[in-house]
C-alpha cells in the first residue's frame, strides 16, 4: 500500500519514536489491534469481539429507548389534550438543524474512520475533533432549548417536568438521548487523546469504528425521536 | 468485512439524509390528513435510520448473520408499536 507507506513516514518523521514502532511494527495490518488475530469465523466474518460486544449493547439500548418512544406512544394515544393550556409547543425548525448538525457529525466519523484504516493520522484527528465539535454544538443546542441562551427555553415558557404527560415524556426522552450524547462526546475524546499518543497509527482503526458505531447509533435514535416527538402535530385524528 | 471505506456512498448518504431531513419537515407543513402524514413520517424516518445503519455503521458488509442479530431484536419495539396501533384502531371501531 502506497499510501499507506508514505503517510506512516510523515507520521514517523513528526511524531518520533513511538509512531514509528507503529507505522513499522503493524502497517501491514489493517483488520484491527495485533491482540485480536483470528480466523475468519464462518458466521460473523472478520468482524472483531469488541464490535459484536458493541452491537449487543446498541441492542439493548435500542430497546431502551423503544420502552421509553412506547411510554410516549400510548399516553400521547390515550390522551384527548395533548398539550395543555399554557404550554408550549415544540420548535421543529430549530430541532431540524440540530438533526442536520447530528448528520454532520456522522458523516465526520466516518470520514475519521476512514483515515485511520488509510492510516491518514492527520485528517483521522481533524475529523475525530470535528465529531466531537458536533457533539458539543448539539448539547449547547439542547441546553439553549431547556433552559434558554439568549431568549427564553421551554422550561421558562412552561413546559415543566412532571406537570403533564406531554412534558414529562418529552423530557425523559430527550434527556436520555443527550445523556448519550454527552457519553458519546467523552468517549470520543478519549479516542481522540489515545489517537493523538499514536494508538490508532498505522491503520489500527477497529477501536475508531466501534467508537463510531456508538456515535452513529445516538445519531439513529435522534432521527426516530425527531420524528415521533418533534414532527408529530398536535392535531387530532 | 471491517474495513470498507467508500468516500463517496458515504457523501451520497449524506445527500440523502439531508433531503429527507427537508422532506420530513415539509410533509409537516402540508397539512395533509394525520393517518397519510404518520404513515409518511414512519416511512421518512425508517429509510434514514435504515441508511444509517447500513452504510454508516457498515451493516451493509457485515455478514448475513450479524445483520439479522441486529436488525431482530431492534424490529421488536417496532413490531409491539404495530400491535398497539392496531389494538387502539380496534377499540376505536363504531362497535
Not at chain 1, 33 to 61: N, R, V
Not at chain 1, 66 to 80: E, F, N
Not at chain 1, 146 to 162: A, M, Q, S, T, V
Not at chain 2, 22 to 43: D, H, N, P
Amino acid at each position: 500500500m502506497s499510501t499507506s507507506a508514505v503517510s506512516a513516514k510523515d507520521a514517523a518523521s513528526k511524531h518520533g519514536g513511538a509512531a514509528h514502532h507503529g507505522a513499522h511494527g503493524h502497517g501491514h495490518d489493517v483488520q484491527g489491534d495485533e491482540h485480536e488475530h483470528w480466523q475468519p469465523d464462518a458466521h460473523y466474518g472478520t468482524a472483531s469481539l469488541g464490535k459484536i460486544g458493541m452491537w449487543f449493547f446498541l441492542c439493548s439500548d435500542a430497546l431502551s429507548f423503544g420502552g421509553l418512544l412506547l411510554a410516549y406512544g400510548i399516553l400521547r394515544g390515550q390522551s384527548t389534550k395533548w398539550i395543555n393550556p399554557g404550554e408550549p409547543e415544540l420548535g421543529i425548525n430549530f430541532t431540524a438543524a440540530l438533526t442536520f448538525l447530528l448528520i454532520c457529525s456522522s458523516v465526520t466519523m466516518v470520514l475519521a474512520h476512514a483515515a485511520a484504516v488509510e492510516n491518514k493520522r492527520k485528517e483521522m484527528l481533524l475529523f475525530l475533533g470535528l465529531t466531537i465539535l458536533g457533539g458539543a454544538l448539539f448539547l449547547t443546542g439542547q441546553y439553549k432549548e431547556y433552559f434558554g441562551l439568549g431568549g427564553p427555553g421551554l422550561i421558562e415558557e412552561g413546559l415543566i417536568f412532571g406537570h403533564s404527560a406531554y412534558a414529562s415524556t418529552f423530557y425523559l426522552i430527550t434527556s436520555f438521548h443527550g445523556c448519550h450524547v454527552l457519553t458519546g462526546v467523552i468517549y470520543l475524546t478519549v479516542i481522540f487523546i489515545r489517537a493523538l499518543l499514536g494508538q490508532f497509527d498505522g491503520g489500527k482503526h477497529n477501536h475508531i469504528e466501534i467508537a463510531g458505531l456508538f456515535w452513529h447509533f445516538v445519531d439513529l435514535v435522534w432521527i426516530i425521536v425527531f420524528t415521533f416527538v418533534y414532527l408529530v402535530p398536535n392535531t387530532p385524528s | 468485512m471491517a474495513s470498507h471505506v467508500n468516500r463517496k456512498e458515504y457523501w451520497t448518504i449524506f445527500g440523502v439524509l439531508f433531503v429527507l431531513t427537508i422532506l420530513e419537515v415539509g410533509v409537516v407543513y402540508l397539512g395533509i390528513a394525520k393517518t397519510t402524514l404518520m404513515i409518511a413520517l414512519t416511512g421518512l424516518a425508517l429509510v434514514k435510520a435504515a441508511c444509517v445503519g447500513l452504510f454508516f455503521m457498515h451493516l451493509k458488509h457485515e455478514t448475513s448473520i450479524l445483520r439479522r442479530s441486529v436488525a431482530i431484536p431492534m424490529s421488536i419495539p417496532a413490531f409491539y408499536a404495530l400491535i398497539l396501533i392496531a389494538e387502539g384502531a380496534w377499540r376505536r371501531l363504531p362497535w
